[in-house]
């Protein structure tokens, strides 16, 4: 049985989805990607108070790593690209090439890629802290001023 709830953060409202009381889904407003709304379940905040909780620690950043129970939704080979981001320490970042080489399949950067942009469990499963292979911001499905913003947190130069 899914539930979700939609709570405030520094970075606009995001949508938590549980299944059967664990969490499978985090999603910002305007996110490529994003699921359509009725697949969320019905209204219900009880599962999420963990949740929330260590999202509001994060986003003051007084919270390094995410000790939640996840369930992801997905292929074997986006499980394995999203394990590979779950171990991208904070305030760090990598690239997809990286990332390919971490899998043992090199060429596979652009694959990689789709499935980070799959990612169904944004900030918590780390998917901002993936680069293009100069350094630079390359797509993320919540914008790249989110990702920005997101990559100056861990770094301890954010603006707000």
């Known amino acids: ?6 709570t405030d953060s520094p970075y606009g409202p995001l949508t938590l989805v549980a299944d059967d009381g ?7 407003t305007d996110q490529r ?3 359509p709304e009725d697949t969320f379940g019905a209204p219900d905040d009880t599962p999420f108070a963990e949740t929330e909780e260590q999202l509001a620690a994060y986003f003051a950043g007084e919270l390094k790593e995410f000790t939640l129970e996840l369930r ?3 292929t074997p080979f986006q499980h394995r690209v999203w394990e590979q981001l779950a171990r991208i320490p904070y ?11 971490a899998l043992g399949n090199p060429k596979a950067s652009r ?3 789709l499935a980070n942009g799959r990612n ?3 900030i918590i499963v780390p998917c901002h802290r993936v680069v293009g292979a100069s350094g630079g911001l390359t ?3 919540g914008g790249l001023e989110r990702k920005q913003r997101l990559l100056d947190l861990e770094r301890g130069t954010a603006l707000f």
Do not use: F, N, S
């Open 1 to 6: 049985m899914k539930q979700h709830t939609v």
């Open 22 to 28: 664990v969490l499978c889904g985090l999603y910002m």
């Open 33 to 35: 990607h994003r699921p």
């Open 72 to 74: 992801l939704h997905g």
């Open 91 to 101: 305030g760090e970042t990598r690239t997809y090439g990286q990332l390919a080489d």
């Open 111 to 113: 694959a990689v890629g």
């Open 120 to 122: 169904p469990i944004g």
């Open 139 to 141: 797509g993320y499905g």
